[in-house]
């Protein structure tokens, strides 16, 4: 009687033990969609609670599976891109109750999202700066390119506003040019400065 109650006992333990081991090595999976076409650069990557990297990578249509997830508090997803940003969203895994509840990390706060995951990025990136185009407004603010325009300007415009002047008027300026052109006239319309004697040091 004693050798059934024992085996009986041996047989529950078995049981026991064989439940725990089949609980405590369950694995979960994330499951998602990505809104947005997808590249071969799209990752979807999982840091687990201790640290482990777990990865996934997305379908065509943007589906995605990250297996191989144990039990736990602290998954945190991130979507690896090269032209789009995603938010980051924290996982928990219950082994009680045998889901998985999702929460999207901002600056601040924890707002809890659907499961499964439906990701929609935040916007693209730039790699690098666009070329702006050529303006050519930047000629007309060029100095050179300015003092060029007057100079084509006056060699256009004085010849038309000469032809305009009264002769008179024409006769006067040749005069006073001429004057102009010979020095020993204008030096002779100088006043006379005396340079005062220097003293002598005796």
Same mark, same amino acid.
């Given at each position: ?29 994330? &499951? ?12 979807? =990557? ?8 777990? /990865? ?29 940003? $995603? ?8 082994? #009680? ?11 601040? /706060?924890?707002v809890r999202i659907n499961y499964p995951l &439906?990701?929609?990025?935040?916007? /693209? ?30 060699? $256009? ?19 006073? =040019?001429?004057? #102009?052109? &010979? ?20």
């Amino acid at each position: 009687m004693r050798v059934i109650i024992m085996a009986k006992y041996v047989c529950f333990l078995l049981m026991l033990m064989a439940t725990y081991a089949i609980a405590s090595s369950k694995t979960y999976t994330i &499951e998602g969609k990505l809104k947005v076409s997808i590249t071969p650069d799209v990752v979807v =990557s999982v840091r687990g609670p201790d640290g482990r990297q777990y /990865t996934g990578l997305p379908r065509g249509d943007g589906v995605f599976k990250v297996r191989g997830l144990a039990s736990g508090d602290g998954y945190i997803l991130e979507v690896r891109a090269t032209k789009y940003v $995603f938010d980051t969203v924290k996982i928990d895994i219950s082994s #009680q109750e045998d889901k998985l509840r999702a929460m999207k990390l901002t600056n601040t /706060t924890e707002v809890r999202i659907n499961y499964p995951l &439906e990701l929609s990025p935040l916007g /693209t990136i730039t790699p690098f700066k666009p070329r702006q185009p050529y303006d050519f407004t930047s000629i007309l603010r060029n100095p050179m390119m300015l003092m060029v325009g007057f100079t084509m300007l006056m060699t $256009f415009a004085l010849p038309k506003i000469m032809a305009n002047l009264d002769p008179e008027a024409i006769k006067e300026m040749q005069a006073t =040019s001429g004057d #102009q052109g &010979e020095p020993a006239k204008t030096l002779q319309l100088l006043p006379e400065w005396k340079v005062p004697a220097m003293p002598q040091i005796k």
